[in-house]
């Protein structure tokens, strides 16, 4: 089960950047979601990574709170229900 924390960096990631973005995708990888978010937010990560944030004031706010009270769920990797693996039967 995701963190509070977790699931905050995980939906700023979701608003900041637009996919694909590897070098982000890596750096979450390699620092944890809640690392890479701060060092983006302070301009200290890569330049590689922060060329890809298309929005480094994305606003969550509204989000955060329905995260918060529980009106909505945000599925991520370091939630349990995440799948697994490669889908099989789609066209």
Same mark, same amino acid.
């Given at each position: 089960?995701?963190?509070?924390?977790? #699931?905050?960096?995980?939906?700023?990631?979701?608003?900041?950047?637009?996919?694909?973005?590897?070098?982000?995708?890596?750096?979450?990888?390699?620092?944890?979601?809640?690392?890479?978010?701060?060092?983006?937010?302070?301009?200290?990560?890569?330049?590689?990574?922060?060329?890809?944030?298309?929005?480094?004031?994305?606003?969550?706010?509204?989000?955060?709170?329905?995260?918060?009270?529980?009106?909505?769920?945000? #599925?991520?990797?370091?939630?349990?229900?995440?799948?697994?693996?490669? #889908?099989?039967? #789609?066209?």
């Amino acid at each position: 089960m995701p963190t509070r924390d977790e #699931l905050h960096a995980r939906l700023f990631l979701l608003h900041a950047a637009e996919p694909p973005a590897p070098a982000i995708h890596h750096y979450v990888a390699v620092h944890g979601p809640v690392d890479a978010v701060a060092q983006i937010r302070h301009g200290t990560a890569p330049a590689a990574v922060l060329s890809e944030v298309t929005r480094p004031d994305a606003q969550i706010d509204d989000d955060l709170r329905a995260l918060d009270s529980g009106t909505a769920r945000l #599925l991520t990797p370091e939630d349990g229900d995440w799948p697994l693996g490669r #889908l099989t039967g #789609l066209a």
